[in-house]
């Protein structure tokens, strides 16, 4: 069932990067749902293809599959320049990332600046692309992705790191924006059943499960319906927030 507060702009595109798994692809499938034409991006350009294709298939000219580099400024270029051409754009989802998980002082160079550049460079090129955009529309709304890793996770100063940036990020740009009716908000996932986690042990994976109040692991859909309500008009009046969606995940 489409979200009602998203049919104003429902000839606009909301563009979604990471879109080629996991969450970026509930994400993508849920804003198509809510009536919303999506820009699939991501370094998989066969799998948004795909994805694209099916999209299509249910709605002529809903979807447009481009292979991004997030951490690429040229590749940022190439896509705003695409999209302009197709139609108005409302919105930006930045969910792509990485992980490159070592202790500290095990941790290169190399494995700290992959996972800040994907995930936090990424999204202020992003934004700095995109914005323009939103400002010809009129409106707009900005998601970024976070994570309850931005209050630290063991073995992943990297990406404990650029989760944390990206709630900065996130108020600045809506400071700097809101008086262009462009909104920035944060969604934060707990623990979520992706591919990302397959090669987590069970016994991990159980611990987490026994430190969530509700007990179980998220799924992809449950952050697709986060991002789906910061970006419907429900949530005009939604500005500079960080949602947690962890299932009551207790931090340090």
């Known amino acids: 069932m489409g979200n009602p507060g998203a049919a104003a702009e429902e000839s606009a595109f909301v563009i979604v990067t990471g879109a080629g798994s ?3 692809t509930a994400i993508a499938r849920r804003l198509h749902s809510d009536s919303f034409r999506v820009v ?5 350009g066969e799998g948004v293809g795909k ?16 292979e ?3 951490a690429d400024r040229n590749g940022w270029t190439r896509l705003a320049d695409t999209v302009r051409r197709a139609g108005p754009v409302f919105g930006l989802v930045n969910n792509a990332g990485i992980t490159r998980d070592k ?5 290169t160079d190399q494995q700290f600046d992959q996972v800040i550049d994907v995930h936090l460079k990424g999204s202020w090129l992003g934004i700095q692309a995109v914005v323009p955009l939103l400002r010809e529309h009129g409106s707009g709304s900005i998601v970024n992705i976070s994570s309850v ?35 920035s908000n944060a969604v934060a996932p707990g623990a979520i059943e992706t591919p990302m986690l397959e090669s ?27 991002v789906s309500f910061l970006m419907s008009g ?10 947690d969606v962890n299932g009551g995940e207790p931090h340090l």
């Open 234 to 243: 429900d949530a005009a009046f939604v500005n500079a927030i960080v949602l």
């Open 200 to 226: 987590v042990p069970e016994a991990v994976k159980g611990s987490w499960r026994s430190s969530i109040l509700l007990n179980r692991l998220g799924r992809p859909d449950e952050i697709a319906g986060a």
């Open 149 to 183: 890793g931005r209050h630290g996770v063991f073995g992943q100063t990297n990406y404990s790191a650029a989760k944390a940036g990206i709630v900065g990020l996130t108020k600045a740009v809506a400071l700097e924006q809101a008086k262009y009716q462009i909104r």
């Open 40 to 44: 699939l991006a991501d370094l998989d």
């Open 68 to 70: 991004l580099d997030v």
């Open 51 to 66: 994805l694209a294709t099916e999209l299509n298939n249910a709605r002529p000219e809903s979807a447009l599959s481009v």
């Open 22 to 24: 996991g969450i970026g």
């Open 103 to 107: 202790s500290m002082l095990s941790m």
